[in-house]
Nanobody, 122 residues
């Protein structure tokens, strides 16, 4: 059972990135999937999540309208499209999967990816 996050990198303010979270050993569609981030010296925060029940999506206020979480069941992958990136979005981004989660809280997530660095800087 493994989650692999990828797609991070260096981007200028106002730019875009798409992060991917690919699963092996289990089916992502059966789980809530969350994206979290942690900047140096700060606590981990929930950024976006997608519900296993109805596909409903939820976002932190800081990214609402800029980030979009989506699921491709055929590829067993969840994406985080990040637009209009700001320097304050700089962090290591993690994806996580859980069966009974509180979405943007990290409670209830059973599996975590290794993280991918996103740096927004000119």
């Amino acid at each position: 059972v493994q989650l692999q996050a990828s797609g991070g990198g260096l981007v200028q303010p106002g730019g875009s990135l798409r992060l991917s979270c690919a699963a092996s050993g289990f089916t992502l569609a059966y789980y809530d999937i969350g994206w979290f981030r942690q900047a140096p010296g700060k606590e981990r925060e929930g950024v976006a999540c997608i519900s296993r029940r109805d596909g409903g999506t939820f976002y932190a206020d800081s990214v609402k309208g800029r980030f979009t979480i989506s699921r491709d069941n055929a590829k067993n992958t969840v994406y985080l499209q990040m637009n209009s990136l700001k320097p304050e979005d700089t962090a290591v981004y993690y994806c996580a999967a859980g069966f009974n989660t509180r979405c943007l809280s990290d409670m209830g997530y059973d599996y975590w990816g290794q993280g991918t660095q996103v740096t927004v800087s000119s």
